[in-house]
């Protein structure tokens, strides 16, 4: 297992890369990359470009080779805030899988990747596990790669909304509140699968155990989160679309994608 930190501004970026079982059994992760981003409050940002570039430059190294057709997918519920992110950010991203060809050039947008957008829901909404649906994506879209978006369960207060963790190896829905789907992973999907999640709430149990270093007994399976988790949420995504949108159209100015969204 081999692991590195550095700091550029206010952003530590800390990877992990396992690549024997000797490592897998030392942290209980498949073998793959595994990187955390660690950042200030995001409301008391003023600029986010530090972070949106963090944010590419690890795409681009799990992405070292260039893909032309990518799916991403905003996984989770949006009737319940703190799991809103996946769909959130999805529905910023600028889909191109339509554009194409002579016609793309004709409106000023020459070298436009192909991107397709899917926000698949959760079981109890549709009925449908949310791999089953990607799975169907990917089959239609045949993407070189698949980008997943989710909210994460955090082991500490301090690192809810202040850090993003990013990694080549796929992403289990649900297993951070207790309630594990099928894994989202290039096994499952046939293409390579590229996960970032937001820690957005937090076990209420372990809360208790951080506030006043005694344990609880028993667990109640509740978890909690910010009282401007709202706001919070919003604000993330946000900074995640831009920055996957700079990541998926590289040769498209900056200024144009943001009109475009």
Do not use: W
Not at 235 to 243: C, D, G, H, K
């Amino acid at each position: 297992m081999e692991q590195a930190s550095e700091t550029d501004g206010e952003i530590k970026i800390t990877r992990i890369k396992i690549t024997s079982e000797n490592g897998e059994r030392a942290i209980n992760r498949p073998i793959g990359e595994y990187i955390t981003l660690e950042f200030p409050p995001i409301l008391k940002i003023s600029d986010y470009s530090g972070l949106q570039n963090a944010v590419i430059g690890e795409l681009c190294r799990l992405l070292s080779e260039r893909k032309e057709r990518i799916l991403v997918a905003g996984l989770g519920n949006t009737d319940i805030t703190p799991d809103a992110v996946g769909p959130l950010t999805a529905r910023q991203i600028l889909a191109t899988r339509h554009i194409t060809g002579q016609f793309a050039e004709s409106i000023g947008l020459k070298g436009l990747k192909s991107v397709s957008v899917i926000s698949p829901g959760v079981l109890g909404q549709t009925g449908i596990e949310t791999t089953e649906l990607i799975k169907c994506a990917v089959d239609a879209t045949r993407p070189d790669a698949v980008i997943v978006i989710d909210a994460l369960a955090a082991g500490s207060a301090a690192r809810l909304f202040t850090t993003l963790q990013l990694c080549n190896t796929g992403i289990t829905p649900g297993s951070g509140v207790k309630n594990s789907r099928r894994e989202i992973s290039e096994k499952t999907l046939g293409v390579p699968v590229i996960a970032i999640g937001v820690p957005t709430v937090m076990d209420a149990e372990a809360l208790a155990a951080e506030l006043t270093g005694a344990k609880t007994e028993k667990s109640a399976d509740m978890f909690v989160t910010p009282k401007e988790v709202d706001l919070l949420c919003d604000r993330i995504s946000e900074i995640l679309s831009q920055a996957l949108n700079i990541f998926l159209q590289p040769e498209i100015d900056r200024d144009i994608l943001a009109q475009l969204v």
